[in-house]
């Protein structure tokens, strides 16, 4: 299995059933060393049959992000995660990169608060993805789309998806 883009590279790359065997390596290493609530796969390698970017999206729930303290961050850079400075209010973004060049990311963690609105947020849009075939085509399709478009900066890639990401989450709770 190869895992891992550049910095502000984007592709896609069919399912590979090996991503839920590495994510669950990882989220064992994650509980045996750290304190959080919570631990889930989300991204497109959490959807089975969906192309994805080939990097492992983890979120992981605590009480409170604000409260994380350099003793967290030390224990997550001991086990290959480095803290981003990607700036979101309601989220920390960490990454594990293949070698200390951190050219190739291979993991992304995204800190949020337990049980808030991001983390459910997450977790619904993956779990909608996960049971309706329909909108996992569509959202197959809007990724293809904007690779076709040459969209294939990480920051146009991601608003791109965005709409899509919204407007799924708030026709659901309709």
């Known amino acids: 299995m190869e ?66 303290d350099d003793s967290f961050f030390n224990q997550l850079k001991k086990l290959g995660f480095y803290r981003l400075r990607v700036q979101k209010h309601d989220e920390i973004v960490c990454a594990k990169f293949i070698d200390n060049t951190f050219e190739i990311k291979t993991h992304i963690i995204h800190l949020v608060n337990f049980n808030q609105k991001k983390w459910n947020d997450l977790i619904l849009f993956r779990d909608i993805l996960r049971t309706h075939d329909n909108i996992k085509k569509q959202y197959e399709n809007i990724k293809q789309t904007v690779l076709e478009n040459n969209l294939n900066e990480i920051t146009a890639y991601t608003d791109y998806k965005e709409n899509f990401v919204k407007d799924t989450l708030k026709n659901y709770r309709e």
């Open 3 to 68: 895992l891992g883009l550049k910095n502000n590279e984007v592709v896609i790359v069919s399912y590979n059933q090996e991503w839920e065997i590495e994510f669950n390596r990882v989220r064992q290493e994650i509980l045996k060393n750290l304190n959080c609530n919570c631990i889930e796969h989300v991204g497109s390698t959490a959807i089975k049959g969906i192309k994805a970017k080939p990097i492992i999206d983890i979120l992981i729930g605590v009480d409170d992000i604000s409260k994380l």
